[in-house]
Each structure stands twice: as structure tokens, then as C-alpha cells.
């Protein structure tokens, strides 16, 4: 094969990872919404906590990304 | 018209400074746009304040809200002694926010879409944590690997992959500013030149036609300047949980 066609095909499959990620976000931030539904009053204090999941999940997305950016620009 | 989406990323250089070896140091817009984000910052909040009102006028309840809402931050995530890193996480927040928004403002340029940028901002956050971390508790720093309450058996997998989170923070952290502000930039970019394609390649019925895109375009913008504002709210929240970790080792999150 080709290799930058390889490359390209690579990059493509990392970019898949980030379904994951997505799906993660959507789940912490859904059951945030819920929660904060059942018990406003204390919604507020969970903020924190909330952005915390948020950007350890989202982390294992953006490293799938990088992946993809280094198969395209870097190597 | 073609779309060449990566263009607007382009750093220019306007003239030389000095020449250090091989490495050229050279005053670009990327400089220019963040000495202008600091005078705009800087000068903004001196003006505002000046007034010294007791009770505050709007553009000083400007300034007094954000200054309540990063303490607030810091307050909640990393306790009352985390204030003393009030100067730089402020600073880092006021940054980020208006090189974010500046950003937005079409033609002009995007320094947070650049990784060099955001890794240094992440490289201070990290080595301030160890810095302190280990200057304050001296061993007792190298707690945060260790949690309490996890069975022995599952000790050490638990502190080696403590260890791994712990050093692919300012990866993460910086990546994932740079991701978010390049991501949304070229999907703008892409969509705007959807406009461009269109009138030129249809004629009147492309003009038409052309309304979709530009609807999209101003959605879009109307979500980046949401995002601009959530990763600057994102990067400074994430900064005082890891200084929480170096002024708390062992307890937090």
C-alpha cells in the first residue's frame, strides 16, 4: 500500500476513538442534568466535580487526536 | 474560491529582532496579538477601577465579578489557602478568555490555536504544582500517587497508573485548548467558504442558496463564542484542582 495513503487511513481510524469520548461526555453530562433535576439545591456544588469528569473523560478523546494529528503532520 | 481553512493559522512575520544561532526571534502577529490581549486586560481593568466607587458602577462591576467569580473558583476547588495563587490563575483565565474572544472577531488571529502557546501556559501550571508541591510538603507531594483506602493488592497498579495520569496532565491540558480553538476555526472557515463557493458557482441561484451557510455560520459562532468561554472557564478550573494537589497532597479529588 501506499504509505501515505496508510497515513491518511490511520488517522481516520484514530479519529474513531473520539466516539468514545463523546459518548462519555454526553453520559457525565446528561447525569449531571438529571441529578441536578431531582435536587437543584445542591447542583451548584457538583459544578466542580462536573468539570473535573468532563476533562478526565474528555482527555482519552483528545489523546486519540493527537494520534491523528501526529499520523498527518509529524511523521 | 477555494477554501484553504488552515490559512488563517499562519504565523507572519512582521520584523526581526535578534538572531540566537540558528533560532530566529522575531516579533509575528501571534506577539502582537497577545501583547495586545495584555494591554487591553491590563489597561481595562485599571481604567474601570479607577473610579473606586463604593458602590460600583457597571463596567467596575465588571471587573469586581470577574475577580469574584475566578475566587470563587479557586475557593471552592482548592480552599481558602489557594487564594495565594490568585494572581496566576486569574491572569491565566483573563488571558485565555480575551485571546479567545479576540480570536472570534473575523480576520484576526487566534493565538490559543496554537500549540506552542498552550503548552507553555500548561508547562507553568505543571511545574508550579510540582514547585510548590514538593517546596511545601516535601515528600509527603508523592502521597497524590498513593490513595488512601485502595486494598494493598491493587496498590501498586493503582499508584502506576496515578503516575501516568499525573504526567499526561499538561498533555492534556494544552491539547485540549489547542484542539477546541483549531477545531472550531476551521469548521467556521469551512463553512463561510461554503458561502463564497456557492455565489460564485450558481450565480443568482447560488446568492439564494447561499443564505443556508450564512445561517449556519452565525449558529456556529454564536456556539464558538460559547466554547471560547468554556475552555478559558475549562483550563482555569483545571489549574486549581491540580494546585489543589500541591497545597493538599493525599485528600481532594
Known sequence: MDPMAAKYIGAGIACIG???????????FGHYLAAALRNPSAAQGQFGNLIFGFAVTEALGIFSLLIALLLLFAL | MAIDPIHQFEIKKFFTIGQFGP??????????????????????????????????????????????????????????DGMRFFPLVFTLFSFILVLNMLGLIPGFFTVTSQIVVTAAL????????????????????????????????????????????????????????????????????????????????????????????????????????LVAFLQAYVFTMLTCIYLNDALHPGHGH
Open chain 1, 18 to 28: 473520539m466516539g468514545g469520548a463523546g459518548v462519555g461526555v454526553g453520559t457525565i
Open chain 2, 23 to 80: 533560532l530566529e526571534l522575531a516579533f509575528t502577529n501571534s506577539a502582537a496579538f497577545m501583547f495586545g490581549a495584555v494591554a487591553l486586560i491590563v489597561g481595562g481593568l485599571v481604567l474601570v477601577t479607577a473610579g473606586r466607587g463604593l458602590v460600583p458602577g457597571r463596567m467596575q462591576s465588571v471587573a469586581e465579578v470577574t475577580y469574584e467569580f475566578v475566587g470563587d473558583m479557586i475557593r471552592q476547588t482548592a480552599g481558602e
Open chain 2, 122 to 225: 500548561a508547562l507553568i501550571v505543571f511545574v508550579t504544582v510540582i514547585g510548590y508541591g514538593i517546596w511545601k510538603n516535601g515528600f509527603r507531594f508523592f502521597r497524590i500517587f498513593v490513595p488512601s483506602g485502595v486494598p494493598i493488592y491493587i496498590l501498586p497498579l493503582v499508584t502506576l497508573i496515578e503516575i501516568i495520569s499525573f504526567l499526561s496532565r499538561p498533555l492534556s491540558h494544552s491539547v485540549r485548548l489547542f484542539a477546541n480553538m483549531l477545531a472550531g476555526h476551521i469548521t467556521l472557515e469551512v463553512f463561510a467558504g461554503f458561502i463564497g463557493l456557492l455565489a460564485t458557482g450558481l450565480g443568482i441561484f447560488g446568492f439564494v442558496v447561499g443564505i443556508l451557510p450564512l445561517g449556519m455560520t452565525v449558529a456556529l459562532m454564536a456556539l464558538e463564542l
